[in-house]
């Protein structure tokens, strides 16, 4: 049976939402939970670059790192991926959101049997199960031995190459991350990008569609997680609702035109052995706007054995985390088995 695409459901006009899309009181954007107006660290990485004064790159390092570990999640500017860049991504995803229903059909993935690459909405998995405001197109991105573009849409047809220049793009950003966050653990510069597999690290690319939601009040666009990924790079459109747990919290991320939003995920906390946190977050959706984000997950290989990094683990810091393939962990996840 073909699944009913959120997208499908908000055009049909309907005045309030099925009873699947309420969330219990307690998850409600709006509850009591909503943190106080701070903001997320915000981070011009300009001098991250050999080539500045050594102490500005310090500097830079540091908030890097004390971002990672106090909140899990920053946003960053002065990245090198231009702006130009970024709106033809952005753009292309729109495009195929835009196409009739049955044209994106035609890249439906097979979510029901663990195949998530193509064009998916979720599944209730049971009689409670709730579901989540949001469609969303997934595929791989890097390295380019692992794409298949038959899983990519085909229109508009500058999809490929906009999407091509995006990842060359983002791995620079992704390259400079790993070794700032590195350098403040105080190991060698590329030892967390070797930890991750090196050259065949992984960028999956998933695009989110939040259509306009006659009750925001009661639904959730996704729901509280963390990301199975090391790093997750996000750019989001201008409708804000991306939400991050901050001190028992929920507290709302700022749109900052051409910033890009960068997540640690659960790859990061192993390796750094707790020191940076994997973030819980969520996403709420609006009455009368189409939300959309275009995250980035970058991966080891489904092979590699991730741990808590050698050189940080001694008497006083013991390992808190067990080491395993990077699919083990994804399988145990998933399945809400112990890891
Ligand atoms: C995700 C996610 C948040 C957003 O897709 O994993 O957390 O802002 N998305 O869309
Ligand atoms: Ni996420």
């Not at 195929?96 to 195949?115: H, R």
């Not at 507290?251 to 990061?268: K, M, S, T």
């Not at 006083?316 to 080491?323: E, G, M, R, V």
Request: proline share 7%.
């Amino acid at each position: 049976m073909a699944a009913v695409r959120v997208q499908s459901l908000a055009g049909s006009g309907m005045e309030s939402i099925p009873a699947e899309f309420i969330r219990p009181l307690h998850e409600r954007p709006g509850a009591n939970t909503d943190g106080p107006s701070v903001k997320v660290p915000l981070i011009d990485i300009a001098n991250l670059s050999g080539t500045t004064h050594q102490g500005l790159r310090e500097k830079t390092i540091a908030d890097i790192g004390n971002a990672a570990s106090e909140w899990g999640l920053f946003q960053v500017v002065n990245h090198g991926t231009s702006e130009e860049l970024i709106q033809r991504l952005q753009g292309v995803g729109k495009e195929f959101f835009d196409l009739p229903q049955e044209e994106k059909e035609k890249y439906s993935n097979n979510s029901a049997v663990g195949i998530m690459e193509g064009y998916g909405t979720k599944l209730a998995h049971n009689i409670d199960g709730k579901l989540e405001w949001i469609d969303y197109y997934l595929h791989m991105l890097w390295p380019p031995s692992r794409r298949d573009f038959k899983t990519w849409p085909r229109h508009p047809s500058s999809y490929i190459e906009v999407n091509d220049e995006y990842a060359r793009a983002l791995l620079q950003v992704v390259n400079k991350l790993l070794s700032a966050l590195s350098l403040y653990l105080g190991v060698e510069e590329h030892a967390m990008k070797e930890e991750l597999g090196g050259e065949d690290l992984e960028m999956e690319m998933k695009i989110n569609y939040y259509p306009p939601c006659p009750q925001p009040e009661l639904a959730l666009g996704v729901e509280p997680h963390t990301d199975m990924s090391s790093l997750t790079l996000l750019v989001p459109n201008e409708v804000p609702g991306l939400q991050v747990h901050k001190d028992g919290h929920w507290v709302g991320v700022e749109y900052v035109p051409n910033a890009i939003i960068v997540h640690i995920g659960d790859q990061l906390e192993v390796l750094s052995n707790g020191k940076y946190k994997s973030v819980l977050h969520r996403s709420v959706v609006s009455k009368d706007k189409v939300r959309m984000s275009w995250p980035v997950f970058c991966t080891p290989p489904p092979n590699k054995i991730i741990g808590p990094m050698k050189d940080l683990i001694h008497d006083k810091n013991p390992p808190l985390y067990n080491a395993k393939t990077y699919a083990e962990f994804k399988h145990r996840k998933i399945n809400k088995l112990e890891q």
